[in-house]
């Protein structure tokens, strides 16, 4: 990985962490070249073991989330360990976590005597209540307008998307405040709830306001995207294609794919509709997927993608995730993101570095790397990072409150 890749090297974070928000932004913080150190209790935090797991039990999960950090395992209610990390704290300046903020732990404690200590807290809710991913996603407001229009049973989404969002706006908040640091040499405490997140997008893309102003709720649309043209489409081999329209270029080209103009004009003029208007594209749904259908319906997937492909249609197939790993050459070291790594205790498989390409879309490093093991670098930290003699090390070892893999 290149110097001009890892924009992040000599920053120091100590994360205190489990399942998916703060995992994922310390990640995104060591994939960019940060050295993230990440304390477990012995034997794994409550996310060590969860699924998908190998055959031999080893979590595919915790590895995915916690690529390119040190791992120390320590005994967590030990008076003399919790001292040890706060002074691993206080040294890095920076700590990330979504563990109660509160004891050893609080801001008080681990900022006394440290004027420019950055500490990020994700909470579950602002007022500090218990709140994850799938708690928070029922209640805003999108499985409601999520699935087929003859189905009225809410939809969750399978993917933790406030958590990942939450860890990526975890990790900008502490660049923020390190910036903020860098220009007045303080620190400060960065609050993050979950919910918050979520309660941001949903008003960001107007689904606050369109209840609060339009007083109107949201149809389910199924596969549709609302607002405008986009719908999916069996193919003639078993597969299915999500076809989307939203631009003057991308709607000529399906009418082209499709030789299907002519009819799109009369229906547009039996109808009183402008399909120049995304809106009115939307309305007239139903239609023009009875003009579209029989055209893929004729045609296997690879006879599609040619064409849509050649008249510069926005489409995708869908796939399930093997089929991804088989197909897409974009899931494999073709994409500058990937790299083939051997895992310990998993194997040789794609590992993904970070999305943000420094140099362009051609480079080539971008921070790929394996987990960690469960404890793999408890001995370095102790005496690297903490100045700790030998004898030192060892007594916590043989005391059974430290541990290595």
Not at 4 to 27: H, I, Q, T
Request: glycine share 14%; hydrophobic share 45%; with cysteine.
């Amino acid at each position: 990985m290149t110097g001009l890749a890892r924009p992040l090297e000599g920053l120091s974070v100590v994360e205190g962490s489990a399942f998916v928000a703060a995992p994922s932004g310390g990640m995104a913080l060591a994939q960019l070249g940060a050295d993230v150190v990440r304390f477990d209790r012995i034997g794994g935090g409550i996310d060590h073991k969860r699924w998908p797991l190998t055959d031999e039990g080893v979590s595919l999960y915790w590895n995915g989330l916690n690529r390119g950090k040190r791992s120390i395992a320590v005994d967590l209610s030990d008076a003399g360990v919790q001292e040890l990390l706060g002074e691993l704290i206080g040294a890095a300046g920076n700590f990330l976590t979504n563990f109660p903020a509160v004891g050893w732990l609080s801001w008080e404690q681990l900022s006394e005597g440290i004027e420019d200590l950055v500490m990020v807290a994700i909470t579950g809710s602002h007022d500090g209540t218990t709140a994850v991913d799938y708690t928070v996603n029922c209640a805003v407001g999108y499985p409601a307008v999520t699935g087929h229009v003859d189905d009225s049973r809410p939809v969750n989404n399978v993917v933790p998307a406030w958590d990942l969002v939450c860890g990526q706006m975890a990790a900008l908040g502490l660049l923020a405040a390190d910036r903020h640091r860098s220009i007045t040499g303080e620190g400060q405490l960065v609050s993050l709830a979950l919910a918050d997140v979520a309660l941001a997008a949903v008003g960001a893309l107007g689904n606050l306001a369109e209840a609060q102003v339009n007083g109107t709720q949201r149809e389910r649309v199924g596969n549709d995207l609302y607002g405008a043209y986009g719908s999916d489409f069996p193919t003639a081999d078993g597969r299915r294609v999500m076809v989307v329209a939203i631009s003057p270029k991308q709607w000529r080209g399906l009418l082209a794919a499709t030789g299907t103009a002519d009819e799109v004009g009369a229906l547009a003029g039996r109808l009183g509709l402008d399909f120049a208007d995304e809106g009115d594209r939307f309305r007239a749904r139903d239609d023009l997927g009875g003009l579209f259908g029989p055209w893929f319906a004729e045609r296997g997937l690879d006879e599609v993608a040619g064409v849509l492909d050649a008249h510069g249609v926005c489409w995708g197939p869908y796939r399930s995730f093997m089929e991804l790993v088989d197909e897409d050459p974009r899931c494999s070291i073709a994409n500058p993101l990937f790299a083939e790594l051997d895992q310990p205790g998993v194997g040789s498989h794609l590992v993904p570095g970070s999305p943000l390409a420094f140099g362009g879309p051609g480079a080539v490093e971008r921070g790929a790397s394996t987990a960690p093991l469960l404890g793999e670098h408890t001995e370095q930290v102790l005496s690297e990072d903490l100045g700790l003699s030998p004898a030192e090390v060892g007594e916590l070892f043989d005391r059974g409150v430290v541990a290595a893999p």
